[in-house]
């Protein structure tokens, strides 16, 4: 089986630019599209990336991802941070099952 | 617009039983995957179960499997997920999620989820 990792925090000023990692361990992580979801405190998740770098109808142009073979890592980038960014932000896959498996979640803090 | 509302969750004694209910609209529900994730208090997200469009196929978590049960009911848009032998640790708060038009596909609706308690 696989897992994903990522950071437990990150933290950068208001109008940065901030990446967060999620490294799949065990196989490929272009095996199987990678999605990245944020969820609010108190709120549901919400989807802003889906099928490695895909973004819904709605989402800003700030959120974009991708994925590396190298490093077998997908990485969500989130440019001119808002306050309104500090969350708890997932990526998800999937295994050669097609059991769902998400990373831990990172903590987003804007300072 | 998408609309998933869950219903159904509450306390439970360990060993209990519970069925939770998801109400679709603003969607061609019988042409998508739908499935349940949860979220234990302070923790992650955990995916449990998914259902494809016309109820052929099925998957669950090792940690569910065998005790819970999805299902979906076209006709009245719904989803549901029946849990058996709860667990203290099946406590979260459980979310229905729209995916896409094939297993192992994005979770791009989700609902505001419903609360589950296991507890003596």
């Not at chain 1, 630019?17 to 919400?46: F, H």
């Not at chain 2, 459980?94 to 192992?104: D, E, K, L, Q, T």
Request: net charge negative.
């Amino acid at each position: 089986n696989f897992i994903l990792t990522q950071p437990h925090s990150v933290s950068e000023s208001l109008g940065k630019t901030v990446t967060i990692s999620c490294t799949r361990s065990g196989d490929s992580i272009a095996s199987k599209y990678v999605q990245w979801y944020r969820q609010r405190p108190g709120s549901a998740p919400t989807t802003l990336i889906y099928e490695h770098d895909e973004r819904p109808s709605g989402v800003p142009d700030r959120f974009s991802a991708s994925i590396d073979t190298s490093s077998n890592s997908a990485s969500l980038t989130i440019s001119g941070l808002e306050t309104e960014d500090e969350a708890d932000y997932y990526c998800h896959s999937y295994d050669n099952m097609n059991h769902g498996i998400f990373g831990g979640g990172t903590r987003l803090t804007v300072l | 617009q998408v609309q998933l509302v869950e219903s159904g969750g509450g306390l439970v004694r360990p060993g209990g039983s519970l069925r939770l209910s998801c109400a679709a609209s603003g969607f061609s529900f019988s042409d998508y995957y739908m499935m349940w994730i949860r979220q234990a208090p302070g923790r992650g997200l955990e995916w449990v179960s998914y259902i494809s469009d016309g109820s052929d196929y099925t998957n669950y978590a090792d940690s569910v499997k065998g005790r819970f049960t999805i299902s979906r009911d076209n006709a009245k848009t719904s989803l549901y997920l029946e849990m058996h032998s709860l667990r203290v640790e099946d406590t979260a708060v459980y979310f229905c999620a729209r995916a896409g038009r094939y297993p192992a596909s994005a979770l791009i609706y989700w609902g505001q989820g419903t609360p589950v308690t296991v507890s003596s």
